[in-house]
């Protein structure tokens, strides 16, 4: 590892993974367990949940996804967009991932095995929305997790904020367009009033609010101490929602999955392979580019994981709680982890190798006029 990176790393030490995070596999496992039994023994409270909707918008998971999303935004420094030129090499690389692969490398992987290779083994009435689940979950890039893969990966800061943020921005403009056009491509029907009412509700108004709320927590004395203040308290709240959001899914989803249990794992297969194929082809392409390996590591993250929030309150949005489009996004969440743990271990092991190749930009080439 250069010594430019390695101080890079030693900087950003602050953002290591969280008791919560590292384990949230197990929580999700624990939430199937406890959304399957409340499923049974309270049918009527999740039916009544199920029935609290404005323009097909749950009123509930709204609720506890802003819990969710809003913290995570208040992260985000919108001001970082001006650093993106001096990391145009990582930057060019993600975007070209995340915004011109991932959704359609994930819709080819959905069509192959859920509408082809497990057919017989899938309920046949869920095909479509499952596949729809899938193109949801690869659309959007993810936003709070990368900070603790950057760290673990001992990745530059700047650059990691930077992409961050100009993905945020994106987003508003390009989630829709794509989850239209992939779900149009697999002749599923795209309610538009719907989708485009759910990129305002989920990413354009959290993003203005956690905008102004971070711009006001900022003013005056001591502000990166009220903002880090606000974002502790924030906290439990915002894994809270996420827990109370996935007891609910599968709530509505026990039923299904005490039939084929099967199910979960044959989902998981494409998001695997999903996120193993674009993080090493951001990792390589970084390599061909010559990016430092202080930016390759966060490029090929930052390539490969998702939105989760965003894509499981979109397909409740879209296909409903009891949905396969639902399931799939949550199949997500319950192998981010250890998939995402398992991509930073070779990012790390392999940082050597990556450093050997004669041509290699220097972190002062890559990244002029950033002092550390």
């Not at 900070?147 to 001992?154: I, K």
């Not at 029907?189 to 956690?210: G, K, M, Q, R």
């Not at 927590?217 to 502790?232: A, H």
């Not at 965003?310 to 981010?336: H, M, N, P, R």
Request: some cysteine; aromatic content about 12%.
């Amino acid at each position: 590892m250069s010594v430019q990176c390695e101080t890079t790393a030693k900087k950003s030490a602050g953002a290591a993974m969280g008791f919560f995070e590292r384990y949230l596999t197990l929580w999700v496992i624990l939430c199937i367990v406890a959304g399957i039994s409340l499923g049974h023994l309270m049918p009527p409270f999740f039916q009544s949940i199920g029935q609290l909707e404005i323009a097909q918008i749950n009123l509930p998971v709204a609720v506890l996804l802003w819990l969710m999303i809003v913290p995570m935004l208040l992260k985000i420094d919108l001001k970082a967009l001006k650093n993106v030129g001096e990391y145009w090499r990582g930057i060019s690389v993600t975007l070209f991932v995340n915004w011109g692969i991932k959704p359609f490398s994930m819709a080819l992987l959905g069509w192959f095995f859920i509408a082809y290779l497990f057919r017989d083994w899938l309920p046949e009435e869920q095909i479509d929305s499952y596949i729809a689940g899938l193109i949801i979950l690869a659309a959007a890039p993810c936003t709070a997790m990368v900070f603790v893969w950057s760290n673990l990966s001992r990745g530059e800061p700047h650059f990691t904020l930077s992409q961050v943020a100009l993905n945020d921005i994106i987003m508003v403009f390009v989630f829709a367009p794509i989850v239209a056009l992939l779900l149009g491509m697999s002749s599923i029907i795209v309610p538009w009033s719907t989708l485009l009412l759910s990129v305002v509700l989920y990413i354009v108004v959290p993003l203005i609010i956690a905008g102004l709320w971070r711009s006001v927590l900022l003013k005056g004395g001591n502000g990166q101490r009220k903002l880090e203040r606000t974002l502790k308290t924030l906290h439990p709240w915002s894994l809270s929602a996420l827990l109370a959001t996935l007891v609910l899914l599968f709530g509505f989803q026990g039923e299904q999955i005490l039939r084929q249990p099967l199910v979960i794992v044959l989902l998981a297969v494409p998001i695997l392979i999903q996120v193993l194929f674009n993080s090493g082809l951001a990792y390589l392409l970084n390599y061909a580019v010559k990016s430092p390996h202080c930016v390759a590591g966060p490029s090929a993250l930052i390539g490969a994981s998702n939105f989760f929030e965003l894509a499981v309150a979109t397909a409740i949005a879209l296909f409903g709680f009891e949905s396969g489009a639902a399931l799939a996004t949550v199949v997500g969440v319950l192998i981010e982890v250890p998939v995402m743990l398992f991509a930073v271990r070779v990012v790390n092991t392999t940082a050597s190798w990556y450093e050997q190749r004669d041509g290699i930009a220097s972190y002062e080439e890559c990244c002029p006029g950033q002092h550390h």
